[in-house]
């Protein structure tokens, strides 16, 4: 998230890009829907100043790209993606150069804008005195950096954390003497996927009443003679 893109272009020939003209190539890349995005990179001669003549042309996203995009498969540019300002763009023979322009994929550009996010559940909804309790921690994708550190929680103590890739768990033991909810938080920007994206917030509840019950007794006479009787509560 965040992130630019640049594609680099090899043309058989050298190709002018004409002074204070922009060469725009639009790229398709997939979404976690399975739906597709288009993101624009162009190249851009400066001004009034100068031109670029070369074999090679770096094409650079304006933006950075969109969130929820999800593409391992490679980038796809189709045919007639490539468009250019007032025939900025030219072979030394001055044919332009979207006549030969075939349908193309980007191998091996991974793309990924997608944030982590993180399902928090536990095995138990209520917990006593003597109860422990397993917080689940699910991740939407793999992570290296996720720490017991990354859990903020309130109302008891967490151990035993363990896990790796998608799945962690961790051994949740109420305070003893309270009656209230325990939570666990886990903030956003706490870990990153693969591709460095930031996660997303995510929080659980889940009820403890480690108070143990009491009795009293009391009697409506405390002093009793021979043959008396009393109430007791």
Known sequence: IGDD??????????????????????????????????VLVSAVSSGSTEFISVSQLKFTSTESLPIGLFDTDGIQIKAGSLTFTNDGLVDQAGNTVVNTFE????????????????????????????????????????????????????GGSLSNFAG???????????????????????????FTDAAGNDNTYAALQITVDTIAPTVSIAMADSVLAMGESTEVT
């Open 5 to 38: 893109i640049t594609v680099t272009m090899n043309f058989s020939e050298p190709v002018t890009l004409k002074m204070g003209e922009t060469a725009t190539l639009e790229l398709l890349i997939d979404k976690a829907d399975s739906n597709q995005e288009t």
């Open 103 to 154: 349908e193309m994929p980007v191998v091996n550009q991974q793309v990924d804008t997608e944030a982590p996010t993180v399902t928090i559940t536990s095995n138990k909804s209520a917990l006593n005195s003597s109860e422990t309790a397993i917080v689940t921690f699910d991740l939407s994708e793999n992570s290296t950096d996720f720490t017991l550190d990354d859990i903020a929680f309130t």
């Open 164 to 190: 790796s890739d998608s799945a962690y768990t961790a051994t949740f033991t109420p305070t003893q003497g309270i009656s209230e909810n325990a939570r666990f938080d886990v903030v956003s920007g706490q």
